[in-house]
C-alpha cells in the first residue's frame, strides 16, 4: 500500500514540471506599456516634423506679409508722387493754354497795331508830312526827318535807357559792367573765352613819336 503511494508520486512529479511555464505577476502591463510607449514615440516624432513644417511655413507666411506691406507702402508712395505729378502736370498745360491764349491775343494786337501805322503813314501822315515840308521849303527851312530816322532815334533813346537802368541794377549789386559789355539791344553780351585782355605774353606797341608839325595840324583854329 505504502509503495503504491510513494510510485503514484514519484510518476506525477515529472509530469507536472512538463508542463508550458506561464507569466505571473505585471509582465503583461510593462509590455503593454512598452509598446504604446514606443507608438507615442513614433506619433511625437510625426507631430514634431509637422510642428516645424508648420512653423517654417509660419515664418514664410510672415515674411510674405510684411513684403506685401512694404509693397502696399510703396505703392502708396507712388501714388502720391503720381497724383503730384498729374498735378503739376495739369498746371504746365493751364499755363501752356493761357499763354497761347495771350500769345494769340498779342499777336492779334501787333497785327492790328501794324495795320494802323501802315494806314495811318501811308494816308494822313503822309500828306500831312508832304504840307509841313511845302511849307517850311517856302519858308526856307529844312524840311523834317522822314519817320525812319524818327524811329530809329526813339529806339536808340529806348536802348539807352535799358543800359542805364541795367548799370545802375548791377552798380547796386557790385556787379556793375562796363558799358563795352551791353549790346546794342540792352542787354549784357558774353564775352569769348580766350586769353585775357593785358594778358604778359602780349607786348606793348610803340607809340610813334609826336612831331610839332603833326600837333600844329591837329590844334583847333583860332
Keep these: 500500500m505504502a509503495s503504491?503511494?510513494?510510485?503514484?508520486?514519484?510518476?506525477?512529479?515529472?509530469?507536472?514540471?512538463?508542463?508550458?511555464?506561464?507569466?505571473?505577476?505585471?509582465?503583461?502591463?510593462?509590455?503593454i506599456q512598452l509598446a504604446k510607449t514606443a507608438e507615442l514615440k513614433k506619433h511625437a516624432l510625426t507631430l514634431q516634423l509637422?510642428?516645424?513644417?508648420?512653423?517654417?511655413?509660419?515664418?514664410?507666411?510672415?515674411?510674405?506679409n510684411k513684403a506685401i506691406q512694404d509693397l502696399k507702402e510703396q505703392k502708396n508712395k507712388l501714388e502720391s508722387e503720381r497724383q503730384r505729378l498729374l498735378s503739376c502736370?495739369?498746371?504746365?498745360?493751364?499755363?501752356?493754354?493761357?499763354?497761347?491764349?495771350?500769345?494769340?491775343?498779342?499777336?492779334?494786337?501787333?497785327?492790328?497795331?501794324?495795320?494802323?501805322?501802315?494806314?495811318?503813314?501811308?494816308?494822313?501822315?503822309a500828306a500831312a508830312k508832304q504840307d509841313v515840308d511845302r511849307l517850311r521849303q517856302e519858308l526856307g527851312q529844312p524840311p523834317l526827318p522822314s519817320l525812319q530816322?524818327?524811329?530809329?532815334?526813339?529806339s536808340a533813346e529806348y536802348l539807352k535807357a535799358l543800359r542805364l537802368q541795367a548799370e545802375a541794377?548791377?552798380?547796386?549789386?557790385?556787379?556793375?559792367?562796363?558799358?563795352?559789355?551791353?549790346?546794342?539791344d540792352g542787354q549784357p553780351v558774353k564775352r569769348p573765352r580766350g586769353r585775357p585782355k593785358g594778358s604778359k605774353n602780349t607786348k606793348?606797341?610803340?607809340?610813334?613819336?609826336?612831331t610839332p608839325g603833326a600837333v600844329a595840324s591837329?590844334?583847333?583854329?583860332?
Excluded: F
Aim: charged share 25%; hydrophobic share 30%.
Design 89 to 125: 502736370l495739369r498746371e504746365v498745360n493751364e499755363d501752356r493754354d493761357k499763354a497761347d491764349i495771350q500769345e494769340a491775343t498779342l499777336n492779334k494786337e501787333v497785327n492790328e497795331l501794324q495795320h494802323k501805322i501802315k494806314s495811318i503813314s501811308e494816308g494822313e501822315y
Design 204 to 210: 606793348p606797341k610803340a607809340k610813334p613819336a609826336s
Design 50 to 64: 509637422h510642428t516645424a513644417h508648420i512653423l517654417s511655413a509660419h515664418a514664410a507666411l510672415e515674411q510674405k
Design 4 to 31: 503504491t503511494s510513494a510510485s503514484s508520486s514519484s510518476t506525477s512529479a515529472p509530469a507536472s514540471s512538463s508542463g508550458p511555464l506561464l507569466a505571473t505577476g505585471d509582465w503583461t502591463k510593462s509590455l
Design 149 to 154: 530816322t524818327t524811329l530809329e532815334e526813339k
Design 169 to 184: 541794377a548791377n552798380a547796386a549789386t557790385g556787379t556793375k559792367r562796363s558799358g563795352d559789355e551791353l549790346g546794342s
Design 218 to 222: 591837329t590844334a583847333p583854329p583860332t
